[in-house]
């Protein structure tokens, strides 16, 4: 089992040394000559169409994504919990089936009063 | 052959050049097929020019933007600008280390082969994000939120949708997954969880009707409009090795992966594959792109549920049929007129304004 983890992890290595190598090769071609570098103010400004940018880039999130990404935390951990049931289902018969379906309904309660909040709304 | 491959080192050379030759000979392959078929359905031609019927297109493309100037805008991040690429390229490629080409040619048979995939496959949006981000432009980083509130979003019902399976086969290793097909591929048994993985997985990895994080009509290019030259392509280049990524998952855990008569395996598996890549394609010309409210109305307010009332159906047909005996018929009739009747009955309450509260539950 640790070899198969062993295989993936030096995969990696592997997978990232080619990446790398894609993203210094033309950095590497620039000094022989091949790929061109000139830069100019125009050239490196920020892109828009046809105008300066006005103000800063780099605003603040808008609060409805916080609304969806809290209710992903719960879903995650209502997920994880299902797929060791899912693995062990045929092992535990029914009385698995009964705990499951009990956890499901208690997430389902927190998601239909998030629902009927109004969270799930893109406003 | 087997006692070399019994050598750990050997194993793990061959798989690594085989799944990175593979990965990038696949993607030049997706790429002229998507071209190609676009081209057709939409009464056109594609690229026809370079080579014989424009195979080589691709090859020309990568030569071209790989002499392209690299340009860095002034005002970026330029660490996470370069950065960015990296971090969305080398998961995608990790994915390829679980799927089965043939019985056990895997790099790794994990036991938590399902798992991982997602696990993995879901640090590439934080590339994504980097870009976004790093460009320090309006368009990209409104793509870049766009693409975080969609993975956020379409995770659930993706990974739900698997759960299913799990249920049937199970194991969560992939080559375990495929062994449990023998009798029947699980799209006869799942047809409600194809149709959500399917969907789930365009909008995991950005296709068409769900590329809202691109939206070349109001974003120009979303995340990489400030990338050119190689970090260009290599942004192209996640995006098919991710389509093509999800075509592999979607041919082994629903359409039998490597089993199949007469042909051999490997070829089974790479029909699957690209016959998967097809249908996103036809996807993809067939429908119109989403409005973002639509698009989290539908994972929110439509698979969710689904998937969640999927899982308790096939957790209720395997305790009561453990182990049915041949093909499972009642069970395949069943379970299609479960997915016709819940499709039908959810698409009912989405036609008043998607789910809206103010017009459905006042």
């Given at each position: 089992m640790l070899t198969d983890y062993g295989y993936v992890a030096l995969f990696g290595v592997v997978a990232l040394l080619l990446a790398l190598s894609m993203v210094l090769i033309p950095f590497a071609l620039r000094f022989i000559g091949v790929v061109p570098h000139n830069p100019n103010s125009v050239k490196t400004s920020t892109f828009e169409c046809g105008m300066e940018t006005i103000g800063k880039t780099w605003v603040q999130f808008n609060f409805r994504y916080y609304f969806y990404a809290l209710?992903?935390?719960?879903?995650?951990?209502?997920?994880?919990?299902?797929?060791?049931?899912?693995?062990?289902?045929?092992?535990?018969?029914?009385?698995?089936?009964?705990?499951?379906?009990?956890?499901?309904?208690?997430?389902?309660?927190?998601?239909?009063?998030?629902?009927?909040k109004r969270t799930l709304e893109w406003k | 052959m087997t006692e070399l491959f019994a050598n750990p080192w050997f194993h793990w050379a061959f798989y690594t050049v085989l799944l990175i030759s593979f990965a990038l000979g696949a993607v030049m392959g997706l790429i002229y097929i998507e071209r190609r078929g676009m081209g057709r359905m939409q009464s056109r031609l594609g690229p026809n020019r370079t080579g014989p019927f424009g195979l080589l297109q691709a090859v020309a493309d990568a030569v071209k933007v790989l002499l392209k100037e690299d340009i860095v805008p002034a005002n970026a991040d330029k660490v996470v600008h370069w950065l960015a690429p990296i971090v969305a390229f080398v998961p995608v490629l990790l994915i390829f280390a679980v799927v089965p080409f043939m019985n056990g040619a895997m790099l790794a048979d994990l036991n938590i082969g399902i798992l991982y995939v997602f696990a993995?496959?879901?640090?590439?949006?934080?590339?994504?994000?980097?870009?976004?981000?790093?460009?320090?432009?309006?368009?990209?980083?409104?793509?870049?939120?766009?693409?975080?509130?969609?993975?956020?979003?379409?995770?659930?019902?993706?990974?739900?949708?698997?759960?299913?399976?799990?249920?049937?086969a199970g194991s969560l290793s992939t080559n375990e997954i495929v062994k449990a097909q023998a009798n029947i591929p699980f799209i006869l048994l799942q047809p409600l969880g194809f149709i959500i993985f399917f969907a789930a997985a365009c909008a995991e990895i950005n296709r068409s009707p769900f590329d809202l994080l691109e939206a070349d009509s109001e974003l120009v290019a979303g995340f990489h409009t400030e990338y050119s030259g190689m970090k260009f392509a290599m942004f192209y280049l996640v995006e098919y090795a991710e389509a093509l990524a999800m075509c592999a998952i979607i041919s082994t855990i629903f359409l039998g992966g490597w089993q199949g008569p007469v042909l051999p395996p490997w070829l089974w598996f790479l029909v699957k594959t690209f016959g998967m890549f097809y249908v996103m394609v036809w996807t993809r010309t067939t429908f119109p792109r989403v409005r973002i409210d639509q698009l989290m109305a539908l994972a929110w307010k439509f698979m969710l549920p689904?998937?969640?009332?999927?899982?308790?159906?096939?957790?209720?047909?395997?305790?009561?049929?453990?182990?049915?005996?041949?093909?499972?018929?009642?069970?395949?009739?069943?379970?299609?007129?479960?997915?016709?009747?819940?499709?039908?009955?959810?698409?009912?309450?989405m036609k008043y304004g998607w789910g809206r509260v103010e017009t459905t539950l006042r």
């Open positions: 209710l992903f935390v719960a879903m995650d951990v209502l997920i994880i919990f299902l797929y060791p049931f899912a693995v062990g289902l045929r092992k535990l018969g029914s009385f698995g089936l009964t705990a499951a379906i009990i956890l499901i309904f208690i997430v389902l309660v927190g998601y239909v009063y998030a629902w009927k | 993995i496959g879901s640090i590439s949006s934080v590339g994504i994000f980097m870009a976004g981000w790093s460009s320090s432009n309006k368009y990209s980083l409104l793509g870049a939120m766009r693409d975080v509130a969609s993975i956020v979003s379409y995770e659930i019902p993706l990974v739900l949708a698997i759960i299913g399976v799990v249920i049937l689904l998937a969640l009332i999927n899982i308790v159906v096939t957790a209720i047909e395997v305790v009561i049929w453990p182990t049915p005996a041949g093909l499972p018929w009642v069970l395949i009739i069943v379970n299609f007129a479960v997915a016709g009747i819940l499709i039908v009955t959810w698409s009912r309450l």
